[in-house]
């Protein structure tokens, strides 16, 4: 009778290890492309980033590089922690996934937050960004410069923002109406001309608002994604500390 107990759970046991096998390849390649969209957020979308005024979508993305560099360190430790039995690590490794699940599921709720708010944010400060720091704070002069071009934009709100900026009012701006990268066709001191054919006339707040709105919510489908994906791996992973102690009590 106990012969056979023994052989029911160590049955149950290596079920159990297999479905972690998988987990884990699973839960490296989600790790995987969560890692790709963080440097990917950090490469591609980040210099504009420097016109915000709080730290909340920079803190984000780098919480969620953590998460995916973690990742991969997780999956190794599960694997070899559910090939060689060992109870104090697999303790360990639930933790560790304990943690992932919680920063990711802040990243998650933040950003579905934040998403909501950004809009708010822009209105009460971009406009004041571009007026005061154009030409004069070199991070965020690059940075207007790089929103204006790739959203094919022109201050703000809209171009003649730029009649009140201390750029223009301090004769930083030459002959200038305003700057080269509202242009349609960037040249040097082609921001002499403000008709329509020559410049992009509206504003940068919308599309950016639009733009970071819609990266957001990538950020928390992401997150919140991958919880419930780990969700399964905690339950699991307690399964299979109970099962070894019963294994190990056993014999």
Not at 93 to 98: E, K, P, V
């Amino acid at each position: 009778m106990v012969r056979n107990r023994n052989k029911e759970e160590c049955c149950t046991v290596n079920q159990l290890k297999s479905v972690l096998y998988v987990f884990n390849l699973v839960f490296l390649l989600a790790g995987l492309g969560v890692l790709g969209i963080a440097i990917w957020t950090i490469a591609d979308k980040y210099k504009y980033v420097q016109l915000l005024t709080t730290i909340t979508y920079p803190v984000l993305t780098y919480f969620l590089l953590g998460a995916g560099g973690l990742v991969l360190f997780v999956t190794i430790l599960g694997c070899c922690t559910v090939w060689k039995n060992n109870r104090p690590y697999l303790i360990f490794y639930i933790f560790l996934l304990l943690l992932i699940f919680l920063v990711e599921a802040m990243v998650g709720i933040v950003g579905y937050v934040y998403e909501e708010q950004v809009q708010n944010e822009l209105e009460l400060h971009l406009n004041e960004t571009f007026l005061t720091f154009y030409k004069i704070d070199e991070d965020k002069t690059e940075a207007i410069d790089f929103l204006q071009e790739k959203f094919h934009c022109c201050g703000a709100v809209i171009y003649s923002d730029w009649d009140y900026s201390v750029w223009r009012r301090e004769n930083l701006a030459g002959f200038n109406l305003v700057p080269d990268s509202c242009c349609k066709s960037v040249s040097i001191e082609c921001g002499r001309r403000t008709h329509p054919s020559n410049i992009n006339s509206s504003g940068c707040m919308s599309k950016m608002a639009e733009h970071l709105r819609g990266h957001l919510i990538i950020l928390s489908a992401v997150g919140l994604g991958i919880c419930v994906l780990q969700i399964f791996g905690i339950i699991f992973s307690c399964q299979l500390y109970f099962k070894l102690k019963d294994v190990i009590d056993d014999v």
